[in-house]
């Protein structure tokens, strides 16, 4: 079981440039979701998923496009990367009912120069 | 929407000395209310959470919380602290009600010394 995964760690792009961050979950949770940690603001919700096919904009989604296929994939799209982007990125994972656990990926590292 | 507080920013305690973070919150509904932990390089873990009943949570390694509603308050404590406890702190809030979304604070950077 190795809950939620994400690829790659470590990226860096140049301005322009798209990409997409992957994450993966095992827990068959319905609800994922996908944070940005900038230092000194904590984590800012980004997009947010409450089932296959349905998606909805969090705090910050400006730049970034998601899709929700399947209960286990959740991946967030950079269309056109700015350096305003870099930092580092958490996707996680909970259910939508009973405990509210949200379980965090390891994280992946964006530069953008 | 809701808002989160947390007035350390950074906290450097000696090995053994007690700590108190503090976290306000601001929403005019019911919350359930977090702690993460996240040690360098890693990534968040859950410390503890509060949903309902006794205001006063125990989570993991030692450390509790007391849900203080007047004070729209969430302080996270430990009487002893180790260096191994060194790391950053984030207190979240999410409304019981709706989206399921967290809501963070900036962070607590706690520096313990041997």
């Known amino acids: 079981n190795a809950g939620v995964t994400q690829t790659p760690k470590f990226q860096v792009l140049k301005t322009g440039q798209s990409m997409t961050l992957q994450c993966a979950q095992d827990?068959?949770?319905?609800?994922m979701s996908w944070y940005r940690q900038d230092p000194g603001m904590g984590l800012r919700l980004i997009h947010y998923?409450?089932?296959?096919?349905?998606?909805d904009q969090g705090e910050v989604p400006n730049g970034y496009n998601v899709s929700r296929s399947t209960t286990e994939d959740f991946p967030l799209r950079l269309l056109s990367a700015a350096p305003s982007q870099t930092s580092v990125y958490f996707c996680?994972?909970?259910?939508?009912?009973?405990?509210?656990?949200?379980?965090f990926g390891p994280g992946t590292r964006l530069t953008v120069t | 929407a809701q808002s989160v507080s947390q007035h350390n920013h950074h906290v450097i305690l000696s090995e053994a000395a007690s700590l108190e973070l503090g976290c306000n919150y601001s929403?005019?509904?019911?919350?359930?209310l977090f702690w993460y932990v996240q040690y360098p390089g890693q990534h968040l873990q859950l410390l503890l959470k509060?949903?309902?009943?006794?205001?006063l949570v125990k989570g993991i390694k030692g450390f509790e919380a007391e849900f203080i509603k007047s004070k729209f308050s969430f302080n996270l404590r430990k009487p002893s602290v180790q260096w191994s406890d060194t790391a950053e702190y984030f207190c979240?809030?999410?409304?019981?009600?709706?989206?399921?979304?967290?809501?963070f604070g900036s962070g607590t950077r706690l520096q313990v010394q041997p």
């Open positions: 998923s409450v089932g296959a096919g349905i998606t």
């Open positions: 979240a809030v999410m409304p019981a009600t709706g989206r399921r979304a967290l809501t």
């Open positions: 929403y005019g509904g019911t919350v359930n």
């Open positions: 509060y949903f309902s009943g006794d205001p």
């Open positions: 827990m068959n949770h319905e609800y």
């Open positions: 996680a994972a909970s259910k939508t009912s009973g405990p509210y656990e949200q379980y």
